[in-house]
């Protein structure tokens, strides 16, 4: 174990020497005698795959300089009294770090009302123990943005924390933050009008702008867009609308230590959701969902080709997973692709379906290759593994391509089945491995395995007896 500790911190402290080398900087910041990165809240252990290390080794954490910025102070006039709105004295705080070359904007115990918080470059915006941001039942808060809903590209109200084209951000600490007064204005799933301007022509997103359209669709959580070195660390999420930690289009994105809310009170509240980005590390989280508690997307049909931006190079690590569906979902916006998942140490517990869940179909096309499982434990509803390639029985001339998938050193105390893995006849699956798993308190030890090539199983015992 200390050797491990060891090699991992070499890996982080080769990774923080290259951010502050490669990373576009301010020049204040740069001047700022004690700029610090910010740690992690637990080690990240050597994980079983090379590539897997070298990912967490090269994915760059913030540096900030060590300047507070408080939020109640004066100059800003934020109040945690439960009543005033703060929208605008966070603004200001946030806009006073960035101009002064970066640093800590300060949110202290109390409980602040808010309308949408956009964070800018070099900024990290902490939320201290106690605190709790609320945010506002008014829409008006939340001004219209370029973002996403369910893989396509629109103009809708902004989600509750978001930033766009910004560089070298954090939203850190111990505090809340509660969206369950926002129900009033966030609501609403009509992808089907996205659709019909995608049918209509509309390539552009400016033109597909949802509020004063007659048409809604929920917003996400929190949403980095198209930024670059992003922390989300420590904070608890509440109340959710609909997906809850959702970076897009981001390169360097780190989620450490964050809580999201497992309650059923909403639909397709999906715990992290990294979409159309690179380099990204989930670590130490206790994730919830009424959905999925990690979904990797890369965009939808014909707008996902459009965009055609894969997601890759993802780590997950030590997580405890409690969403009703996937552990790891790969899909079933993935037109753009993804590639080189790897997922360590995860504990499934609930009411989970699938600890692995791919799911794509021949409208939605693109692929999910390399993705590895080691060390997932729990119990399942369904199987352990599924893979379908005929999600929703929808069509088009976009086979997926899936596969290889590998599974080691798992386990599960209780599955409807163990793998459900189809390809499609002019699509197999290209390569399904599985070694040293232990799966008990299987109902169906018969697997389904349909135009999968390249299958092997090695030490692999279902209710005791081999595969």
């Keep these: ?65 060590s300047v507070n910025f408080l939020a109640t102070d004066p100059k800003y006039g934020a109040k945690g009294d439960n009543s005033t709105d703060n929208t605008a004295a966070f603004r200001k705080a946030i806009d006073a770090a960035s101009a002064a070359g970066g640093g800590h904007v300060i949110v202290p115990k109390g409980n602040y009302v808010t309308g949408a918080i956009h964070l800018k470059s070099n900024v990290d915006f902490h939320l201290q123990s106690g605190a709790v941001l609320k945010f506002s039942s008014d829409a008006s808060k939340f001004p219209t ?14 989600p509750m924390v978001y930033a766009h084209g910004q560089r070298n951000i954090a939203l850190t600490g111990s505090g809340t933050l509660d969206a369950n007064a926002t129900s009033s204005w966030n609501k609403g799933s009509d992808r089907a009008w996205l659709e019909s301007r995608i049918a209509a022509g509309v390539t552009d997103p400016a033109k597909r702008v949802f509020p004063g359209s007659g048409h809604t669709a929920r917003s996400t959580f929190i949403e980095p867009y198209n930024c670059d070195t992003v922390l989300i660390q420590g904070v608890t999420v509440k109340n959710p609308k609909f997906w809850q930690i959702h970076p897009t289009l981001c390169k360097n994105v780190t989620v450490d230590g964050v809580t999201t809310d497992p309650s059923t009170a909403a639909n397709n509240t999906d715990g992290v959701d990294p979409e159309c980005c690179d380099h990204v590390v989930i670590a130490n989280c206790t994730l919830g ?44 916006e ?27 179909n021949t409208k939605r096309g693109g692929f999910s290759q390399n993705i590895n499982l080691d060390s997932v434990t729990g119990t399942f509803q369904r199987s352990f593994v599924f893979v379908t390639s005929t999600y929703n029985n929808q069509t088009g001339n976009f086979p997926p391509a899936f596969g290889p998938f590998t599974v080691t050193n798992s386990s599960c105390t209780k599955a409807a089945r163990v793998f459900d893995v189809s390809g499609l006849p002019n ?41």
Excluded at 40 to 48: C, D, E, K, N
Excluded at 438 to 452: E, R, Y
């Design 145 to 158: 943005v370029l973002t996403r809903y369910e893989g396509i590209e629109c103009m809708n109200r902004s």
């Design 334 to 360: 993935q037109t753009g692709g993804i590639r080189n998942v790897y997922a360590y140490k995860l504990n499934v517990i609930g009411a989970t379906k699938y600890a692995l869940y791919v799911k794509s």
């Design 427 to 467: 699509a197999h699956v290209k390569g399904l491995v599985a070694a040293d798993c232990k799966f008990t308190g299987v109902a169906n030890t018969g697997n389904i395995l349909n135009n999968v090539d390249g299958r092997k199983f090695t030490n692999v015992t279902v209710n005791g007896k081999p595969i």
């Design 289 to 332: 969902a009424h959905d999925d508690n990690i979904a990797i997307k890369s965009g939808r049909d014909a707008d996902g080709r459009r965009v055609n931006i894969p997601c890759q190079n993802v780590v997950v690590v030590n997580c405890t997973m409690n969403g009703n569906w996937g552990a790891i979902t790969c899909g079933s």
């Design 1 to 65: 174990m200390e050797a491990r500790m060891d090699r991992r911190q070499l890996f982080r402290t080769s990774a923080m020497a290259a951010a502050t080398v490669m990373a576009p900087i301010s020049p204040a910041l740069l001047r700022t005698a004690h700029a610090q990165p910010i740690m992690l809240t637990a080690a990240i252990p050597t994980l079983p795959w090379p590539e897997a290390n070298e990912i967490v080794a090269a994915t760059k954490l913030p540096i900030f300089p």
